[in-house]
């Protein structure tokens, strides 16, 4: 036998078990997008390498070390996107939506980070992300939250996440913390890691962010963010805190949220979970008002978040959902070749005639046994019987295949055509 090719590790399949999760989640995200009235933008999964290094940030654990970087038969450096923001912005500067426009997106697909695979962070993975275009108030980042706690609770998660808020306020306000934070670590300089001395002067916010246990009591005892901002920062922080309050929507304000990338500023969000062990974050967000300039586009004010599916998904009962996704209604049986040949025709004619049936025909042939071996497997509700007897009085024979059908009705009937199409279409409603 010749050698198998193995998937590319971290980067996994979604098997047909698996679907069913994935199909519901995109269900719902893209009503819920309906529900807020929001657009969907589907950009390229390769950009040239500089659109992510010069938003995302050279000194970031995504650019430092994550990118799928390489050369094409070019010489052009390209990257498989590690996220969706900096592409989104790429395409809306590119198209002109952003100018003198307000704009509602929202996007889905895989991204790409080379990560040390492990529960929760994989190479492959998938988010689905929401970018605002144009508004610059409170309003729009409390809707952003208000947005995600809907989808808490349309999927059944409110009790399994929490929300954290920040500010990171204006850059003017944060250039002036940065210089007190940089003292201050500078006077610990001998409790930081390596990769902190390293960012000590190229972006020492980052450091709070540090999950390094040794250095938790040094980033507690840090100045915080939170004590210096600004007024317009301090009012926009106080304001989204009400918009959260009027729609009762719980949250606790964590000075140390800073994000991993460099583009935020104001408010930062992230919902988190204590189901997940280490990878803990759900949907992450915030404020980033000077990315479309930086990008080459006009002054645009911007706020966004991204979603983590596969987190997501493992935080989902998933014992329905199989069924609602995977299972056919109908079984169509075939006996002999004239009712083969008659049976094809018939299974489409049942399926213009009710567009949301989910029919699965056993095609091959077969003994009776053999199909009713497929039509149980298949977890079907019924199954229909086309053989010489019903052609020649044109009926099919309908076998109800799950026990509780109740003592009044019976296990198997002969049905017209129409009476088999108001069947079905009771059945998927
Ligand atoms: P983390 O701190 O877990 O590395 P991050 O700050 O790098 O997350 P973001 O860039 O903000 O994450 O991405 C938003 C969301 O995407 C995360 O909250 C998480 O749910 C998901 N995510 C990020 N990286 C991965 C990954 N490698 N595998 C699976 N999901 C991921
Ligand atoms: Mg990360």
């Known amino acids: 036998m010749a050698d198998k090719i193995q998937s ?92 003198n426009q307000q704009q509602r997106l929202w996007y889905m697909g895989p991204m790409f980070r080379h990560e040390r695979p492990q529960k929760g962070r994989y190479r492959q993975f998938h988010q689905m992300g929401v970018e605002v275009y144009g508004l610059d108030g409170p309003d729009i980042d409390a809707e952003l939250i208000c947005m995600t706690a809907r989808l808490w609770k349309i999927l059944g998660l ?19 913390y940065r210089s007190l934070l940089t003292d201050y670590l500078e006077t610990n300089k001998s409790l930081l890691d390596e990769d902190s001395l390293r960012r000590l002067q190229s972006n020492p916010l980052r450091i709070l962010d540090s999950k390094n246990p040794a250095m938790q009591e040094m980033i507690e005892q ?94 989902l009962e998933q014992d329905d959902l199989e069924k609602h996704y995977n299972y056919p209604h109908a079984v169509m049986l075939m006996m002999g070749e004239r009712a083969q040949n008659a049976g094809f025709s018939l299974t489409e004619e049942l399926r213009n005639a009710v567009p949301d049936v989910r029919i699965l025909s056993v095609c091959g042939g077969g003994s009776f046994k053999s199909q009713m071996k497929r039509a149980d497997k298949s977890q079907a509700e019924i199954a229909l019987i086309l053989g010489d007897d019903e052609l020649d009085n044109n009926t099919v024979t309908v076998k109800y295949l799950r026990a509780e059908q109740g003592a009044d009705k019976p296990q198997q009937e002969q049905l017209s055509q129409q009476q088999l199409i108001a069947l079905l279409t009771e059945k998927t409603q």
């Open 8 to 99: 590319i590790r971290g980067m996994n399949d979604i098997l047909p078990a698996d679907s069913p999760a994935w199909q519901f989640i995109e269900e719902k995200l893209r009503q819920l997008m309906q529900s807020y009235d929001y657009d969907e933008i589907r950009f390229p999964i390769v950009e040239k390498t500089a659109l992510f290094k010069r938003s995302i940030g050279e000194v970031t654990d995504i650019v430092e070390k994550e990118m799928y970087t390489f050369e094409d038969r070019n010489g052009d450096s390209l990257t498989l996107r590690p996220e969706g923001t900096a592409a989104c912005v790429r395409a809306g500067i590119q198209s002109g939506i952003l100018v």
């Open 158 to 176: 409110s009790d399994s996440v929490t929300l954290q808020i920040n500010s990171l306020g204006t850059p003017a306000s944060r250039e002036a």
């Open 222 to 315: 840090a100045p915080r963010l939170m004590d210096h901002l600004d007024d317009e920062s301090n009012v926009h922080f106080t304001r989204l805190c009400a918009y959260l309050d009027s729609v009762g929507i719980a949250y606790e304000v964590n000075t140390r949220l800073v994000r991993g990338l460099d583009y935020y500023s104001k408010t930062v969000f992230e919902w988190v979970t204590d189901k997940l062990g280490a990878q803990g974050t759900v949907c992450a967000g915030g404020r980033y008002d000077g990315l479309v300039k930086q990008l080459g586009g006009r002054d645009t004010k911007a706020v966004g978040f991204a979603l983590g599916l596969e987190r997501l998904i493992s935080l």
